[in-house]
């Protein structure tokens, strides 16, 4: 059985590079996994699908916090190469306001949130 507290990135099977964030976030989980996801991004040639899974995060409301997660995301993806990425959570509506907050801020372009991996995985899919 998976470890709710547990990160991960790996490609999938299916050629979607997926992200796992556990239970406890903060920005030294932040730059664990943005590290991983580089590391996992370098190995692929193209435009990436990234579905990343916070199923089992723990919302963390404190806005100085959000602020610094949107400029470590915000500085990687602005020179990475991806298609479309799909997040996906509870629904839970405070998740999903930080989650829209986050996405919003960054002001990346084809980035989703949904309440289902099925759901998120659909839309990556779409052409």
């Known amino acids: 059985m998976e470890e709710k507290n ?3 990135v790996w490609l999938g099977k299916d ?6 964030v556990g239970q406890v976030i903060n920005e030294e989980v932040v730059y664990e996994l943005v590290e991983k996801l580089k590391q996992v991004l370098e190995t692929m040639s193209g435009k990436k699908l990234i579905l990343v899974d916070v199923s089992s995060t723990n919302p963390v409301p404190e806005a100085p916090f959000r602020k610094r997660v949107v400029k470590i995301i915000k500085d ?3 020179g990475s190469e991806y298609k479309k990425m ?3 959570g509870r629904k839970s509506v405070i998740q999903k306001v930080i989650a829209v907050f986050i996405i919003r801020a960054t002001k990346l372009k084809n980035i989703e949130y949904f309440t289902s991996e099925e759901e998120a995985l659909k839309w990556l899919k779409e052409p």
């Open 6 to 8: 547990e990160n991960r």
């Open 15 to 20: 050629g979607i590079v997926r992200m796992k």
């Open 76 to 78: 990687f993806f602005m």
């Open 86 to 88: 799909a997040i996906f």
